[in-house]
């Protein structure tokens, strides 16, 4: 799947995982894990990429998690937005709205 090719390999982040099964009859679904260092929370942050193509199009789901600063408060000063939008943007000569 080209979609999940792009997204490994131009990620601007520490790959953790990669997973990619082909079930057959030309669909396949793949599942990416990155980490990275935020200075301006002090903390590393995750984003989980999840890319199939069982309904007969490619479908994208992106999620950051762990951009919080601090024990009690959750705020991430835009930290998982940023993360997230990196998959937009790697993608958007691709999206179809």
Known sequence: MQAFDLVRDRQDAD?????????????AIG?????????????RAALIVIIDNLKGVTNV???????????FF?????VADNFVSSVERILEDYMIE
Request: charged residues 30%.
């Open 74 to 78: 959750n705020i991430d000063w835009g």
């Open 31 to 43: 599942t990416l894990i990155f980490e990275k260092y935020y200075f301006r929370t002090k903390n």
């Open 61 to 71: 789901r992106a999620i950051a998690t762990g951009s919080s600063e601090g024990l």
């Open 15 to 27: 790959l953790v995982h990669e997973e990619y099964n082909e079930l057959g009859e030309g669909r």
